[in-house]
């Protein structure tokens, strides 16, 4: 029975047998469980774990780096930020409302966990065509479950991107980054403590949470009868949630826990063992004492249970009461349910009998690491070669056309989902390049920009993957922000196939390089593979989240009015239109090779926006991305309500998307200050037009003539008016 | 003089709130739900937020928390009483304020900021305003359309567009007669689902939150314990 | 005729707002109150049709949009 019951549980004869071998035995099924959660992918990263040793993870004001819950960087005065991103591509397509939720609340106990209070979220989101009802359900249930649990559990969401292709039909992707803020002495660390230590469940009760592995261990040895699916889909509560941050944040500031770990994937078998293996010691896990919503549950689903809303809280036995306190103070219920043991053994105990006995490391430490096989795709050099150079429309079709796509269009029927200024302090919300907040009690602000862009990392992963770090490094500086830190979320597809291996190593290589140069330490990752329908893997899609600090927080950009000279800045723009969302929209396709970063220019880039947000007063600065540089000044011009004439010489000129430019926008008067400061930086500058009028003028191989007003209604419609009435399927 | 601001579990404005009456110069107590009286405070806010979750209805458990008998006593006393969003529907449901707040026209949340007209300055939330006054001050909700009770309530905000108009395009939730605010009849007990401490710095949407938060102060200045009537 | 549809969420998935209101109940003196489950009704009218089909019909509608069959089961009553 057990030899199919490991392969129905997802587990590998090898790994079966390298179980046997650690325990000198066969595993009992309460045991088998356990690893089989804990030795999965995505908790053991076995397949991506021989590759992710060679990232950049130090800086002198990293203070966590990867493997605790969170990273956490020093932000100077005391203060230090803790950050995050993470998945929830698979539970979102399945139930669209409940898997977003569920994934913002675990990002959310990642933070707070460290010490931290979470103050802001990101979120990278990702469907199919919404031409397509069932993409509109996905895409609306998705923004609901994010404001229904973010505003609920009083965190705001301040940005994020969201991007609409055909390869995510099947595997929309739905990434979720948090920021939180602490004070040096409030860190705490997931750590078991010395033996004697004893260990508080916290939080919501235990059910059958995300247990459909589970279902098969229960079925097969007490109820052989049951032949219906237990229900894998997990049910956010954000009200426990935010109980749950104030009980906890209270505890730290009493100095009560010895650390702390969050109950995610693998839950109980999670908190017990890896709290233990940081700190070499053993657990006496008592599951008699686990506060259970049904009271029927056999010891293998209570261990894999994936209930959301709890914590496992390390305290010094004199210390109990006290916490127990805390936690009726707040209205949450708290269970003792396990004690720190010497040696190296966990032990747990159901229904009064000893049922698992394992060394607590081997479910961390000698998880499987598997060397998949690595192959470039034959189909690179065709890809790279394919040229889609046809009569292109004029510019103001293919403008309308951009400013009409759901990617590129208005994304406030998004945003305007989600609370975005509580706590008071978000002095640049969603709809900007950069977040930025600011930290009361400082002068200092914290920005943060999350990056993807799946056309161009299919093209190339490498310089993809670069160009995300340099794109977000100058969101965060065009608010004013030094870039500190990155996590990553890496969504590729199966990693069996050599090719996507291939993608994903590649990816890696371009992270890696673009940290370096910038000289900023990747503080966490999430690694999200089997991103695939019906054997189509998505896009190699890594998501970069980035922190920066302005110290101070630069004046506020004046109004876009008349009479400003409108300054692009950064290298001349290539030919090279390779992953571009003008080859996207408006020729249907994608081909070429895209332009690499250029890290000397990257960098003088970076620096002059922050040099000028903090000289050149009240300047308007605006970072050119999807839809280039054309895109970037109909934007400011839309939000300032005002017309231009500029010059685009070309169609590349005007939508090119080479990596490092941004817009500058100046009275006209002021142009002599930026000009000079560009020459201190070594940055070239160019004048490509001035605001005024109520029309956007566009002077090049012909001249055109746009009323703003058109331009701002079709940008306006571009997701809402697809949306409207979608609620349901 | 000190306000009480009431925090249930769900409650997320709190500290906000604190934030923005201290920067106008009022001293401010959180009191946690649990407890049961509100003596030694001149006047309470009940901010926004999800009491319990926002379960059932919005407002419809928090009403019978502990701490909202003493808030009721304080209503009678004649002493300033202000609810904000969340609050402001924890009074209806309470029976402090008439009528009731239900989904969005649109249902969808909506965060951004709202036109408001004042229509009346008989209130603890517009006395230092002037009437037709337009204020521009984020809403920050799901369930904000308000729907009145047999009588008809004495409004004190209504959405408006930015030249002052109350039109049903400048409505954004549907709310009966683009009703933002009311008050009680004496003007004493008021709610407004927008957020007047949403803005009062200069980087936020706009600084016409202070106005109403200063009418508050001024209230309660106005009337120190002890000589309300009650 | 005339179907009401209950909509319960299935009793192994977590009912938070349920929880909610029954620890509520209980602070406001109801304490024998030991669980709550909050379950949503659709009356669906469908005039001139038959009993067989508007069963069918709105069976049909629960499983395509009214009942998230992952989370969700369904009760239909045909009222005449």
Redesign the interface.
């Known amino acids: 029975m057990a030899e199919t019951l490991h392969r129905q549980l997802g587990m590998t004869d090898d790994e079966f047998t390298a179980v046997n071998g650690i325990l000198e035995r066969p595993p009992a099924d309460p045991e088998l469980a356990m690893y089989s959660v804990m030795w999965s992918e995505h908790c053991s990263y076995k397949s991506s774990r021989v590759h992710l040793g060679g990232l950049p993870t130090d800086a002198p004001w990293v203070v966590v780096g990867p493997g605790e819950n969170a990273g956490v960087v020093d932000i100077g005065d005391g203060w230090l930020a803790a950050l995050r991103i993470e998945s929830h591509n698979h539970p979102s397509f399945?139930?669209p409302y409940?898997g977003a939720a569920t994934g913002v609340g675990g990002i959310l106990r990642d933070i707070f966990t460290m010490g931290a209070r979470p103050v802001g979220l990101w979120n990278q989101i990702r469907f199919g065509d919404l031409s397509d009802p069932h993409n509109r359900y996905l895409f609306n249930g998705v923004v609901a479950g994010i404001?229904?649990y973010g505003?609920?559990?009083?965190v705001p969401t301040l940005g994020g991107e969201v991007e609409f292709d055909p390869v995510y039909a099947g595997n929309p992707l739905v990434n979720v980054m948090c920021l939180g803020v602490l004070q040096e002495e409030q860190l705490v660390l997931g750590t078991a403590g010395p033996p004697g230590t004893v260990a508080v469940l916290l939080g919501?009760a235990t059910?059958?949470?995300g247990i459909g592995g589970a279902s098969v261990l229960a079925s097969a040895s007490f109820d052989e009868a049951a032949g219906a699916k237990?229900?894998s889909?997990?049910?956010?509560?954000?009200?426990?949630e935010?109980?749950l941050i104030e009980a906890c944040l209270d505890l730290y500031d009493r100095r009560l826990v010895v650390g702390v770990q969050d109950l995610g994937a693998a839950g109980l078998s999670c908190a017990a063992s890896e709290p233990a293996a940081r700190a070499g010691v053993g657990m006496d896990l008592n599951l008699d004492a686990v506060h259970l919503?049904?009271p029927d549950m056999t010891a293998p689903e209570m261990l894999m249970s994936e209930?959301?809303e709890r914590m496992m809280a390390f305290v010094a036995p004199d210390q109990v009461e006290e916490v127990l306190a805390v936690a009726a103070r707040?209205?949450i219920e708290a269970s003792v349910v396990g004690t720190v043991a010497g040696g190296d053994r966990l032990r747990v105990y159901h229904n009064g009998q000893q049922v698992v006995d394992v060394p607590a490391a081997s479910l961390t430490d000698e998880a499987p690491i598997l060397r998949r096989p690595i192959a470039r795709p034959d189909w690179m050099d065709e890809l790279w070669k394919r040229t889609d150079r046809q009569a292109d429309v004029p510019i103001d079709v293919a403008l309308l056309g951009l400013l009409d796509d759901p990617a590129l269009g208005d994304r406030?029927w998004v945003?305007?989902?989600?609370?975005?200024?509580?706590?008071?302090n978000t002095?640049h919300g969603p709809g900007r390049d950069g977040s930025l907040i600011r930290v009361r009690g400082t002068s200092k602000g914290l920005a943060v920009s999350t990056d993807g862009n799946g056309r161009v990392c299919q093209l190339d992963p490498r310089r993809g993957a670069e160009r995300l770090v340099y794109e977000a490094a100058l969101n965060v500086a065009v608010v004013g922000a030094r870039p500190l830190a990155v996590v990553d979320n890496l969504n590729f597809g199966n990693p069996e196939k050599p090719e996507v291996m291939w993608q994903f190593t590649e990816v890696l290589a371009g992270l890696g390089a673009a940290c370096e140069a910038l000289g900023v330490p990747i503080v966490g990752g999430n690694v999200s593979f089997y991103n695939e329908t019906d054997g189509q893997d998505i896009y190699p899609t890594p998501v970069v989240g980035l922190l920066g600090m302005a110290e101070p927080i630069p004046s506020?950009p004046e109004p876009v009015t008349g009479g400003m000279s409108m300054l692009l800045i950064g290298p001349e723009q290539t030919d090279n239109l390779a992953g571009s969302a003008y080859q996207r929209v408006v020729r249907g396709a994608l081909g070429g090779r895209p332009t690499r970063v250029d890290a000397d220019q990257g960098g003088r880039t970076i620096e002059f926006a922050i040099r000028l947000t903090h000289v050149i007063h009240g300047a308007v600065l605006h970072d050119i991305s999807q839809g280039g540089a054309l895109m970037a000044a109909v934007e400011l011009l839309i939000a300032g309500g005002v017309g231009a004439h500029a010059e685009f010489r070309s169609v590349e000129q005007a939508f090119g998307e080479d990596p490092h430019r941004f817009l500058c926008l100046v009275p006209a008067n002021r142009k002599p200050e930026v000009e000079q400061l560009a020459l201190e930086v070594g940055c070239r500058i160019e004048d490509i037009g001035m605001t005024g009028g109520s029309d956007l003028t566009i002077a090049g191989p012909e001249t055109i003539n746009i009323p703003l007003e058109r331009l701002r209604d079709v940008w306006a419609n571009a997701i809402s008016a697809r949306m409207h009435g979608a609620?349901?399927? | 003089m000190t306000v009480g601001i009431v925090a249930f579990p769900g409650t997320n404005c709190e500290q906000d709130v604190a934030y923005a009456l201290e920067s106008l110069g009022a001293k401010t107590v959180t009191v946690w739900h649990r407890e049961s009286s509100l003596d030694g405070l001149d006047a309470v806010v009940l901010p926004g937020g999800f009491a319990h979750g926002d379960y059932l209805r919005t407002g419809a458990i928090a009403r019978f928390s502990p701490i909202m008998a003493a808030v009721e006593k304080l209503a009678a006393e004649g002493r300033p009483v202000l609810g904000i969003c969340n609050g402001f529907q924890i009074l209806c449901e309470a029976g402090l304020l008439p009528g009731a707040l239900i989904a969005n026209r649109d249902l969808k949340f909506i965060c951004r900021p709202a036109h408001l007209r004042v229509e009346s300055t008989d209130s603890i939330l517009t006395r230092a305003a002037t009437i037709g006054q337009v204020l521009t001050i984020p809403l920050n909700s799901y369930e904000g359309n308000y729907v009145p009770g047999p009588e008809a309530p004495n409004a004190v905000l209504r959405y408006c567009d930015p030249d002052g108009n109350v039109t049903e395009a400048a409505n954004p939730n549907g709310s009966a007669e683009g009703i933002a605010g009311i008050a009680n009849g004496a003007g004493t007990v008021a709610g407004l689902m927008p957020h007047p401490e949403r803005a009062i710095e200069d980087f936020m949407a706009s600084t016409d939150g202070r106005v109403l938060l200063e009418s508050f102060i001024a209230s309660v200045e106005a009337t120190p314990a002890g000589v309300a009537s009650g | 005729m005339k179907a009401v549809v209950t909509i319960t969420r299935r009793q192994e998935i977590a009912d938070p707002e349920g929880a909610t209101i029954q620890r509520a109940l209980v602070d406001l003196g109801y304490a024998e109150v030991d669980a709550v489950r909050v379950n949503r009704t659709v009356e669906v009218s469908m005039p001139g049709r038959d009993r067989e089909y508007v069963l069918s019909a709105v069976r049909g509608m629960c499983e395509k949009m009214l009942a998230n069959p992952v989370m969700e089961d369904f009760e239909i009553e045909i009222l005449d």
Do not use: C, I, T
């Not at chain 1, 505003?151 to 009083?154: F, P």
């Not at chain 1, 305007?416 to 008071?424: K, P, V």
């Open positions: 399945v139930e409940q404001a229904g505003n609920a559990v009083g919501a059910g059958r949470d237990r229900p889909v997990q049910v956010g509560d954000p009200f426990e935010k109980k919503r049904e209930s959301q707040w209205e406030s945003y305007e989902q989600f609370d975005h200024m509580l706590f008071l002095v506020l609620v349901h399927e």
